[in-house]
T-cell receptor, first 113, second 111 residues
């Protein structure tokens, strides 16, 4: 089966600019996750979707981050405006259900200048 | 907030040796998962162990779970250079299915 696809692979922007990441999960996976992983740390959950509904977004900085999952398939994560501390790898994962193993994409490495 | 925490933070061994890493967590869980991450890649799922299980095997991997001590261990036997990676445990945030990851154990296996 095809894995989780993410794009772009790398992105460099200046602070205060906006950026968007795209994720295509494994077909049939109802649960989709976006994580932020800062260098040397574990992934931190930003938002979890079940189909196209939000299960948890308690750690999403909603003043600058937004995410959507239209039609319960693809998802986009946006940052506007970006801050220096947003430099990280943004990982997307999907699973059959919320207590099932997650399948991860290779992430988008974001650098803020 | 972090639920699980891996120990040690870093581990360096020779090929052929066994590697053991531990995960401790704070609140009751319904399952615990271990993942591997190679440099520059996404995480790969290794093993899921449920709260009513004590031990699980997959190839050279052995995971144990002690719910009374709120801890789990991952043992990699006969390690290979290709096992060099970071290893993370993931536990649900108290009473939910929302996953949290620790900071990971960085394993280096020298050929």
């Amino acid at each position: 089966e095809a894995g989780v696809a993410q794009s772009p692979r790398y992105k460099i922007i200046e602070k205060r600019q906006s950026v968007a990441f795209w994720c295509n999960p494994i077909s049939g996976h109802a649960t989709l996750y976006w994580y932020q992983q800062i260098l040397g740390q574990g992934p931190k959950l930003l938002i979890q979707f079940q189909n196209n509904g939000v299960v948890d977004d308690s750690q999403l900085p909603k003043d600058r981050f937004s995410a959507e999952r239209l039609k319960g398939v693809d998802s986009t994560l946006k940052i506007q405006p970006a801050k220096l501390e947003d430099s990280a790898v943004y990982l997307c994962a999907s699973s059959l259900g919320s207590d099932q193993p997650q399948h991860f994409g290779d992430g988008t490495r974001l650098s803020i200048l | 907030s972090q639920q699980g925490e891996e120990d040690p933070q870093a581990l360096s061994i020779q090929e052929g040796e066994n590697a053991t890493m531990n995960c401790s967590y704070k609140t009751s869980i319904n399952n615990l998962q271990w993942y591997r991450q190679n440099s520059g890649r996404g995480l790969v799922h290794l093993i899921l162990i449920r709260s009513n299980e004590r031990e699980k095997h997959s190839g050279r991997l052995r995971v144990t779970l002690d719910t009374s001590k709120k801890s789990s261990s991952l043992l990699i036997t006969a390690s290979r250079a290709a096992d060099t990676a970071s290893y993370f445990c993931a536990t649900p945030r108290g009473g939910s299915y929302i996953p949290t990851f620790g900071r990971g154990t960085s394993l280096i296996v020298h050929p």
